[in-house]
Each structure stands twice: as structure tokens, then as C-alpha cells.
């Protein structure tokens, strides 16, 4: 049995975008990310949007957070992982 999260489109038995999907997968595995980057943050957020319609694509997706990433200085990406994504030293 499949224990992810579906998305609503697949559960409604409509026809749907299954590159969409691939995006809101995607989305829906960092859901516990936290960027500390609030315009990266609404991003993933639009990439798991309920309504197809709003669903972002991947080129979509991956232009907003290539301006994002491109419009910051580079020391402003530089910040420490929280919650699941936190690594653990081996010293």
C-alpha cells in the first residue's frame, strides 16, 4: 500500500498534470524545511497549493527560486540547518 501523502488531484480521479505532481511531491517531502527565507518558504508552499489550477510547474518552481537565490548576496544563504534537516557532528 502507498503511505505518502497523495496529492488532491490523484485522490479526485480527475485527469491531471503528473509533471505538477512531481513538484508537489517534491514540495511535500521538504514540507518540514524551514529556510528562514521567507519568499523560498511561500515557493515550496505554492508547489503544494490544493488547487491544480495554482499549482506551480517545475520551470515555474525553479525560475521564482532562481530569482530568489539570485537577488541575495551569498553570505545571506549561509545559515545553520533546523529540524529534521539539522546534521549531527561525528566527532
Known amino acids: ?23 508537489w511531491q517534491l514540495a511535500s ?12 518558504d511561500e515557493t515550496l508552499a505554492a508547489m503544494t497549493d490544493d488547487d491544480p489550477v ?9 525560475d521564482r527560486l ?3 537565490v539570485a537577488s541575495m548576496p551569498p553570505e545571506s544563504l549561509l545559515f545553520e540547518p533546523e529540524g529534521a534537516f539539522k546534521f549531527k557532528s561525528t566527532n
Open 29 to 40: 517531502s521538504l514540507h518540514k524545511f524551514k529556510s528562514k527565507i521567507p519568499a523560498i
Open 1 to 23: 500500500m502507498y503511505k505518502r501523502q497523495c496529492p488532491p488531484e490523484v485522490e479526485s480521479g480527475k485527469p491531471y498534470d503528473p509533471f505538477k505532481l512531481d513538484v
Open 54 to 62: 495554482f499549482l506551480l510547474s517545475a520551470q515555474q518552481a525553479l
Open 66 to 68: 532562481g530569482q530568489i
